[in-house]
Antibody, heavy 120, light 106 residues
Framework: EVQLVESGGGLVKPGGSLRLSCAAS????????MNWVRQAPGRGLEWVSS????????YQADSVKGRFTISRDDAKNSLYLQMNSLGAEDTAVYFC?????????????WGQGTLVTVSS | EIVLTQSPATLSLSPGERATLSCGAS??????LAWYQQKPGQAPRLLIF???KRATGIPARFSGSGSGTDFTLTISSLEPEDFAVYYC????????FGQGTKLEIK
């Protein structure tokens, strides 16, 4: 059974940093592109960042470019999102999601999400 | 950025009825469109990809159609567990999602 379990969310002050983690199991992690998608409270879904197999390519939404960094550790079957210079607009539930597709992706399995709240 | 517009915003129907949800793209996405279902407090679940292919384990009452800029998700006969929010998503370019359609019990 495919499982994705996020952790690392919490309350952080504006301008602060946070690192999210996603532990993957039930599939061959090294053969899948992985992603972060977020959802602000009561709002829709927003793709944040993607990382291909072997960390060959990284893609980011313009809204997080230069502030967020996606990475993966294939030995640990884990995905990460380092978030710096956080602002109120980054408050959201952050989902880890497995990618389905070629250059750009659908998201076929999702974690339960971890809430990031940016507030003073 | 490709903008996806979903309609209606809210759809009120009864169990057993047929649901038709629409998604329009600001430019052609070919058949690179997916549909997701999200229930309160849960992660989205992939229902349909490539416009018309059902994802693993999705019941046959869910079907998708369309290509280019106009897409439809049809639920042939609503079950109580189908009442949720539905999102479309394109992967023709950087992924974007529609704003969602809330399917509520009438």
């Amino acid at each position: 059974e495919v499982q994705l379990v996020e952790s690392g969310g919490g309350l952080v002050k504006p301008g602060g940093s946070l690192r999210l983690s996603c532990a993957a199991s039930g599939f061959t992690f090294t053969t899948y592109n992985m992603n972060w998608v977020r959802q602000a409270p009561g709002r829709g879904l927003e793709w944040v960042s993607s990382i291909t197999t072997s960390s060959s390519y990284i893609y980011q939404a313009d809204s997080v470019k230069g502030r967020f960094t996606i990475s993966r550790d294939d030995a640990k079957n884990s995905l990460y999102l380092q978030m710096n210079s956080l602002g109120a607009e980054d408050t959201a539930v952050y989902f880890c999601a497995r990618g389905l597709g070629g250059l750009f992706y659908y998201f076929d399995y999702w974690g339960q999400g971890t809430l990031v709240t940016v507030s003073s | 950025e490709i903008v996806l517009t979903q309609s209606p915003a809210t759809l009120s129907l009864s169990p057993g009825e047929r649901a038709t949800l629409s998604c329009g793209a600001s430019q052609s996405v070919s058949s690179y469109l997916a549909w997701y279902q999200q229930k309160p407090g849960q992660a989205p679940r992939l229902l349909i990809f490539d416009a018309s292919k059902r994802a693993t384990g999705i019941p046959a009452r869910f079907s998708g159609s369309g290509s280019g800029t106009d897409f439809t998700l049809t639920i042939s006969s609503l079950e109580p567990e189908d009442f949720a929010v539905y999102y479309c998503q394109q992967r023709s370019t950087w992924p974007t999602f529609g704003q969602g359609t809330k399917l509520e019990i009438k």
